[in-house]
DNA sequence: CTTGACCTTAACACCGGTGTCAGGCTTTAC
DNA sequence: GTAAAGCCTGACACCGGTGTTAAGGTCAAG
């Protein structure tokens, strides 16, 4: 497929897919004009992709990382044994972030429920703004 | 107390101390000389900034949100009603932050189990770099 | 008086993934 | 043949909290 329905299935930016490229993280192959072509299985790989961004890894890692998660059919390829100590060190990392946003939730919580449950002036300002 | 001990007690360094007090977020006293004066509470409002910070929030809204989080001894103060639809956007966020993160680390999870159980390898590696 | 620790403001730089625009080529549809 | 949609490369800008440095003021201890 091309760069325009990839971004579409994996809703990720073109510009960003050519970022991911760009960093080694995609190597779709070519059209003779010089259009990308991507794979059935890219669309896995870029939801991977997203996923390990999204909790704070950086590409240089993920390019590593990539190559591990093939998925063979039958449960994963054998990992790669150098990535460990990181991969575990990105572990704890994420272990801790979770720790911290669930305890910032907890604390917007309390400021939740100390709302007053008269909510008169929420509601004013409700109408207000939608006219 | 002055920035230097607050930094110290909070873990936060003196730039983002200044940085906090340029956002609005903390109004410390200053001495004829100009140093920066903190009262004891700072250090748990600096410590929810922190939290808040960490959590994605950014400093306009920790700004308006601050004030709801004044402890008074006997749970918070009255929350303020304006601000509930973005509180609870922000805690939704947080969720799905959570959740994100949480898929990420299942997914290394895999990887770290697929890692060969053989790891002479890895300690090849680990030899070398430790001399 | 001087040394050194501590403080002040101001300014510049960074990260790193993403948005966006410009200028141009390719493919598809009519 | 032509219009429209799609793709190409390259470049600039942004976010927003933090690191760092420069040039200087304050203050207690020796």
């Known amino acids: ?10 809703g ?6 050519r970022y991911y490229e760009a960093q080694g993280l995609l190597s779709p192959s070519r059209t003779p004009a010089g259009y990308r072509i ?7 790989v870029v939801r991977h992709v997203q996923t390990l961004l999204a909790a704070g890894l950086n590409t240089a890692f993920i390019k590593e990382v ?3 998660m093939v998925d063979t059919g039958e449960g994963l390829a054998p990992g ?16 801790m972030s979770i720790d911290g946003l669930a305890t910032a ?6 400021v939740i429920s100390a709302t007053p449950p008269d909510n008169t002036e929420y ?5 207000r703004r939608t006219g």
């Open 1 to 10: 497929m091309r760069i325009g329905e990839l971004a579409k299935r994996t």
């Open 12 to 17: 990720a930016s073109e510009r960003s897919l």
């Open 38 to 44: 991507y794979a059935e299985s890219d669309v896995d």
């Open 66 to 68: 990539l190559p591990c």
């Open 80 to 95: 790669c044994p150098e990535l460990l100590p990181h991969l575990q060190k990105e572990r704890a990392r994420i272990t």
């Open 105 to 110: 939730r907890t604390l917007l919580d309390g």
């Open 123 to 127: 509601e004013a300002w409700v109408a």
